[in-house]
């Protein structure tokens, strides 16, 4: 299982799944996807990055990317505007991926991968995304989902821009707000077309039943469940790419239990 969770008591519940797509016969090894999940307290701090499928060394570049993500939003400075710090952050990520590339003896380009990553801290909330996936939210237990950045309109892989693209600083996507979430979820494009109506055009939505099937009947079973959610056997009729799951329900407060 691709699992990387660290988490002490939390007003969040947060669990991660992935799963190789066919195209990889299935094999766990050749999964390019990656993500990574860290609630402490009231705060909430996830990521999952997408490994591109033409290069050779993505899922190490995506394994990379989520941790310095994860690190970089429990880290930054809430006090001041994201947009300059994300933009910081993913040239300092870029130098660091570089730096990585050299040692091996292979190009940065082969460790090429999406970013998505979103961050809770008390009443307030941070968003990133460069390439394709989503990030969906719901502010209120009532609330429609939002998607919190347009899908990605492409016509071929190659037409995604990842984190080590020579436009990737400019072309990130950030979002704040001090609404606190009552769910999240960050997803890689495997998972796009059977959660995002209409997608690739102007009227792209979240598709609600699935996200609802999420929250009543999958995300109760805990971690495990999601895993054997993403296992069943329809997926690979959906899609044949790889699928991961990054989500986050507010608990009950104690006196609502």
């Not at 020579?166 to 077309?193: K, N, Y």
């Not at 102007?202 to 996200?211: I, T, V």
């Not at 099937?213 to 329809?234: A, K």
């Amino acid at each position: 299982m691709n699992i990387r969770i660290v988490s002490t008591p939390s007003r969040y519940n947060a669990f991660y799944a992935s799963r190789a797509g066919s195209k990889h016969d299935g094999k766990e090894e050749n999964n390019q996807d990656f993500g990574g999940v860290h609630v402490t307290d009231n705060h909430l701090f996830m990521a999952v990055c997408d490994g591109l499928g033409s290069c050779k060394h993505s899922r190490q570049g995506a394994e990379i990317v989520v941790d310095l993500a994860v690190k970089f939003l429990e880290y930054h400075d809430w006090k001041k505007p994201f947009e300059a710090q994300a933009r910081t952050f993913i040239a300092k990520t870029q130098k660091e991926l570089e730096t990585v590339a050299a040692k091996n003896g292979f190009s940065t380009q082969e460790m090429a991968c999406t970013l998505l990553a979103f961050a809770v801290r008390g009443d307030m909330y941070r968003a990133m995304q460069l390439g394709d996936g989503f990030i969906v939210a719901r502010f209120a237990s009532n609330a429609k989902f939002e998607m919190l950045f347009p899908s990605m309109e492409k016509e071929y892989a190659s037409d995604v821009i990842p984190v080590t693209a020579a436009d990737a600083i400019t072309s990130l996507l950030t979002r704040e707000g001090s609404s606190m979430p009552h769910f999240v979820c960050l997803s890689s494009d495997g998972v796009e077309r059977q959660a995002i109506t209409q997608i690739y055009t102007s009227n792209e939505h979240p598709f609600a039943k699935f996200f609802e099937f999420l929250i009543d009947e999958v995300l109760p079973g805990g971690q495990e469940h999601l895993h054997q959610y993403l296992s069943l056997p329809f997926w690979n009729e959906c899609t044949t790419d790889d699928r991961t799951l990054a989500c986050a329900l507010l608990s009950q407060p104690k006196g609502n239990q």
